[in-house]
């Protein structure tokens, strides 16, 4: 069955990905489960007609009253996307909620993390946000978001961790628009699951339009927020991880921890000059240890071998992590590994590739 999602271009979208996996060809037959596909899509869209959408968000029985946005979001294989509700309540206390907006999207062709589709969708969350504050002419409170992924959560909320730039660059645009109000919330209430799984029109449930029922009953009936954000693990393949050969490290006043290696990378230009500025550092690094002033005679070829080893050493320890992780532990190294085939090794602390099978220690 097509997965289909609330807009028929995405629809569509999602039904051309298929046959792009196929790598049907312009002038070949489309299989028919393709056309099957196809057919019940074209007729579905006349149920399209049937939708109805009331204009009017804000009652009139609702005057004097408070409003906010609350915007869910949600991700699978093929899509994920956000949608937007306004919730107000009156001095009476009187609850009403209604639908603003949607936004689906169909997930790349190309391979990508469920993770990374939900930090997506979280993003467009962020984008309606704006957007909706930006077009409606009434006063809103703060807004609220809602998630059923505690690991999107920890990413949004991490204080300490760094990120690969994918998820780095999307919290950092979640954050600057949606400030610290994330919540979460199950699958069964969350509204954005209807976008990443799809329907078709005649399943569309009446629920949709009046979001998920516990937004018509008082904040303090809402799903307990205590201890519902996950933790990030050192596993966790969107966290950076910084290897230090030395142990040296300085932090900035923003918090992140930078190493002197590469502080030393940055500044030089040749090769050779980067090999003599590190020579300098650790010298001065083993002088400054027994409380002495180093001697200012120029380096020797030993300093500069050590400080070209710990150049190489730093700079293959973060490109190769999990390969040097997983030859210290004795295993071998993944096949997806750009170096799989080349049998690498660890020499003194180096990983090294090429190297006759005698050689190795």
């Not at 312009?26 to 074209?42: M, N």
């Not at 149920?47 to 009331?54: D, K, T, V």
Request: charged residues 25%; positive net charge.
């Amino acid at each position: 069955m097509l997965k289909s999602v609330a807009s028929p271009e995405e629809k569509i979208k999602i039904l051309f990905q298929e046959a792009t996996r196929l790598k049907i060809s312009w002038d070949e037959i489309i299989p028919r489960s393709l056309c099957q596909k196809w057919l019940k899509l074209i007729a579905s869209l006349n149920e399209i007609s049937r939708l109805r959408f009331p204009r009017c968000v804000l009652p009139l029985e609702l005057n004097c009253c408070t409003s906010e946005l609350h915007h869910f979001c949600d991700a699978s294989e093929v899509a994920f996307g956000a949608c937007t509700y306004i919730r107000t309540i009156n001095q009476d206390g009187k609850v009403h909620v209604a639908l603003l907006s949607s936004k689906a999207r169909v997930a790349p062709i190309r391979g990508i993390t469920i993770p990374r589709l939900e930090v997506s969708a979280a993003v467009e969350a962020a984008k309606l946000d704006a957007v909706v504050r930006r077009e409606l002419d009434i006063p809103l409170l703060k807004s609220n978001f809602w998630s059923d992924s505690t690991i999107v959560l920890a990413y949004i909320q991490n204080e300490t961790r760094r990120f690969r730039t994918f998820v780095a660059n999307h919290v950092t645009l979640i954050r600057q628009v949606s400030e610290a109000q994330w919540h979460h919330v199950s699958g069964e209430d969350n509204s954005a699951d209807l976008l990443s799984r799809g329907c078709f029109v005649d399943n569309l449930p009446v629920s949709w339009f009046n979001g998920p029922p516990f937004l018509s009953n008082y904040k303090c009936a809402w799903p307990a927020q205590d201890n519902l954000v996950g933790r990030l693990q050192d596993e966790d393949p969107e966290v950076r991880r910084d290897i230090h050969p030395t142990g040296i490290v300085q932090t900035c006043q923003s918090g992140i921890t930078q190493y002197p290696i590469d502080t030393l990378i940055e500044h030089y230009s040749s090769f050779y000059k980067l090999k003599k500025g590190a020579g300098w550092w650790l010298r001065l690094i083993q002088f400054l240890k027994v409380t002495k002033t180093p001697p200012i005679s120029p380096l020797e070829v030993h300093e500069l071998k050590h400080a070209e080893n710990l150049i190489v050493k730093h700079v293959r320890g973060r490109a190769y992590f999990h390969e040097i992780k997983n030859i210290k532990a004795g295993k071998t190294v993944l096949k997806p590994s750009s170096i799989y085939k080349l049998s690498p090794i660890i020499i003194d602390g180096l990983l090294v590739v090429g190297v006759d099978s005698s050689m190795q220690p």
